[in-house]
């Protein structure tokens, strides 16, 4: 599919509803100076060419720092991963999956409420139909976030 042309109102736009993806469509129209119908049009323009592709929340601090993260390389028995990811779809301790070059296959990023959690989490992505290795690394602090 051709990457999607962005004017400047889409690109305003899009970084409104980064600030606040629930923002109501009056709000909206009222800090981009244009009318309601406009925004709603564009903001469905913009879902339908997928530039916009879902609306997501974003946890307080405080409660996601009291979460033990974890970076799980998971090596795959060939030709599987279209079923371990979705397999790893289902399991909502996972908060991103990145498919990688080099001697891993995927690096799962996961969060748990503790360490025992943590480490009951890791067993059941290991234990997957298809996970050949998996090696974990807990996050112990952020440096930088960006």
């Given at each position: 599919?051709?990457r ?5 109102i889409?690109?305003?736009?899009i ?7 629930r ?6 129209a ?21 530039v916009?592709?879902g609306?997501t ?18 090596t ?42 943590l ?6 992505i290991?234990a ?19």
């Amino acid at each position: 599919m051709p990457r999607p042309a962005l004017d400047p109102i889409d690109r305003q736009l899009i970084a409104l509803l980064r600030e606040d993806a629930r923002a109501p469509t009056a709000v909206l129209a009222r800090k981009l100076k244009l009318s309601r119908t406009t925004v709603q049009s564009r903001m469905e323009r913009l879902q339908r060419q997928r530039v916009i592709a879902g609306y997501t929340i974003s946890v307080p601090d405080e409660l996601e720092a009291s979460l033990v993260r974890a970076h799980v390389l998971i090596t795959l028995v060939p030709k599987q991963s279209a079923a371990i990811e979705q397999a790893l779809r289902k399991i909502p301790e996972l908060r991103v999956l990145h498919s990688v070059s080099g001697p891993f296959d995927l690096i799962a990023i996961v969060a748990a409420t503790s360490i025992g959690e943590l480490d009951a989490l890791i067993d059941r992505i290991g234990a997957l139909d298809g996970v050949e290795r998996t090696t974990s690394a807990i996050v112990l602090s952020t440096r930088i976030d960006r």
